[in-house]
């Protein structure tokens, strides 16, 4: 390929976007262009790394048995409906009729015509288990879009959906997509980190991220430098430190001011583990009191999947007042029988002596309150939110929080579609069951993003092998017929793999675009080495170079695409 031919040469980006460093790089070489508020278009170059990802996932999910099919991205409104995600998802959903009228959507995601595409093809056990994938475009109305591949509104996934005669079925199959997942971030040069995820919207029982390690990110994962237990920050769950002692009767004291976690420990001078912690929030119907010990936080995902609805803020000062508490000074214990709240009381509280709680009295507290003696309910749960430096549930080593850019998602859906869109099959035994099902995708544009902000340098991108558009970036110096002439060989030795900066530009310009490109291997053909009949080699990575024999030009080739084949 001559550069010159090529459409979407490097571009000036203006300073003021370079902001997110990888994108501003991908846009620059050429390889991705803007249309509208998280709407991208892929130049020839994006083009070419799309393909070659698309194949590094193709032969990985051909592995597993994988079968590549396609299903529209328009898809009629009653299949979300059936599945009961319409109201889940409304607000990210672009829904629009057609002139007979008939309710449509753009797909955010493909599990419902998955279940509609098996439907039609299999009835039986013995069809069973099949594993469908696809490379689709999704849309979603993201409220907060982002000026690159990191969020967009319309976006291309590979998705792939497996159907299972049992939950054991699904089960095994499981760790097998984890792995190839796995092989598959790692020839892309992507460290990952697969943590334990929420279902959210999806359905289903459980599932798990591929998070890369990035400043870029928005998630913040919790993992175990130890055994390797990592989990999204919402759900982590760490091991509580609990501090034994001798149960004193409660008392109350006047603690004027004393209305917060702080003021009060500087009152009592008693560590923060030994004052509760009282947190209001707005639930639907009723507010709901959070205690947790004064040295954690609450998830609100946690204390949301108690609850089984979605909580998402705290309440205000005047819902406290209103609903008849004190600022400050409200807490389970004594609390009035007219009082409506809901009350959760984390672990922490029941197995920690002695601590200071309000007295749901202007100030006045309770010190040392024991749970079982003092007050009591049926129930203690985990709601507190896990932090870095907190221990580890499974070997006790210190957690840390690794702030993360999500590449990829797996869900064992189990028969939340199946059933509710009621897709059966006969077992051995001719009864009918809903199949098992999982789905797993990756975003092709974010990991593609991904890539480049953990392969690059201040020059420009640095592909990873398989990824690169083109493996040799040639530039020729000079103009005399024997440069010519051995520029025309090596283009006919290495074929489809070069790109020739043909360019009527300097030669600064031209080395230049060749370190933003990231082209894995440089090859230049100047007068200076022609004369020895040599080429200089240098590599985009290693900045290393050499000179090369003319005559060993393909042989030398050869060696580093075996060598950068092989690099993981
Ligand atoms: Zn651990």
């Known amino acids: 390929m001559r550069y010159s031919r090529l459409f979407g040469k490097t571009y000036k980006f203006p300073s ?8 501003a790089l991908l846009v620059q070489g050429g390889y991705f262009r803007s249309l509208g508020k998280g709407l991208f278009s892929f130049l020839p170059l994006g083009m070419k790394v799309y393909n070659r990802l698309k194949k590094i996932i193709r032969d990985e999910l051909y592995e597993l048995g994988g079968e590549e099919v396609l299903v529209p991205v328009v898809n009629p409104y009653s299949l979300w409906e059936a599945s009961g995600r319409a109201n889940l998802i409304d607000d990210e959903m672009l829904r629009f009729k057609d002139r007979t009228g008939k309710s449509y959507i753009l797909s955010p995601t493909h599990e ?40 967009s509104k319309e976006f291309i996934m590979n998705d792939g959906y497996s159907f299972h005669k049992s939950y054991s079925d699904l089960n095994n199959f499981f760790p097998k997509i984890h792995a190839a997942y796995n092989n598959i971030f790692a ?43 990592s989990a999204k920050k919402k759900l982590a769950v760490g091991a509580k ?5 001798d149960i004193n009767f409660m008392s109350k004291i006047a603690t004027p001011g004393a209305i ?59 819902e406290v007042i209103e609903q008849g508490l004190i600022p400050g000074y409200f807490s389970p214990i004594n609390l009035s029988t007219d009082i409506d709240v809901t009350i959760i009381i984390d672990e922490s509280i029941a197995n920690t002596p002695n601590l200071v709680f309000g007295a749901n009295e202007e100030g006045h507290s309770y010190l040392n309150t024991n749970f079982g003696v003092d007050f009591s309910c049926e129930s203690v749960y985990d709601i507190t939110e896990v932090k870095a430096g907190d ?3 499974h070997c006790g080593s210190e957690l840390e929080e690794v702030r993360c850019l999500e590449v990829g998602n797996i869900f064992k859906l189990d028969d939340f579609y199946t059933s509710r869109m009621d897709l ?18 990756i975003g092709m544009g974010r990991l593609i993003q991904a890539v480049v902000d953990k392969n690059r340098d201040d020059k420009g991108i640095v592909w990873p092998w398989y990824l690169a558009p083109f493996k040799v970036y040639l530039i020729s110096i000079g103009k005399s017929k024997i440069v010519k002439e ?20 300097s030669v600064g310009i031209k080395f230049r675009d060749a370190e933003l490109l990231g082209i894995p291997l440089r090859i230049v053909v100047s007068k200076r080495y022609i004369e020895d009949e040599q080429v200089e080699f240098c590599t985009r990575r290693e900045r290393d170079k050499w000179l090369v024999d003319k005559k060993h030009i393909i042989e030398e080739y050869n060696i580093i695409k075996k060598r950068e084949s092989n690099i993981k």
């Open 16 to 23: 003021s976007k370079k902001k997110d460093k990888a994108w």
């Open 112 to 151: 419902e015509a998955f279940v509609e595409l098996a439907r039609t093809a299999f009835t039986s056990y013995k069809d069973l288990p099949f594993f469908l994938f696809q490379f689709q475009t999704k849309f979603r109305d993201e409220e907060r879009p982002r000026a690159s591949l990191l969020r």
């Open 187 to 229: 020839t892309c040069h992507l460290d990952v980190i697969s943590a334990e995820s929420t279902v959210g919207f999806m359905g289903g029982s459980k599932a798990y991220e591929f998070l890369s390690p990035s400043d870029n990110g928005k998630d913040l994962v919790l993992t175990c430098p130890n055994c390797g237990y």
């Open 241 to 245: 430190n609990y501090h034994l002692d």
């Open 260 to 318: 917060n976690m702080a003021k009060l420990a500087d009152f009592f001078e008693l560590p923060k583990y030994k004052l509760a912690k009282c947190m209001l929030f707005k639930g639907q119907s009723k507010l709901v009191m959070a205690v947790v010990r004064g040295d954690y936080g609450v998830s609100l995902h946690k204390l949301s999947e108690i609850l089984g609805e979605n909580i998402t803020r705290k309440a205000t000062k005047e």
């Open 391 to 393: 221990r580890c549930l």
């Open 424 to 441: 059966t099959f006969q077992d051995d035994t001719g009864k009918v069951k809903h199949p098992y099902m999982g789905s797993y995708g």
């Open 486 to 505: 051995l520029t025309e060989e090596i283009i006919e030795l290495i074929g489809d793999d070069v790109l020739y900066d043909d360019r009527d530009e």
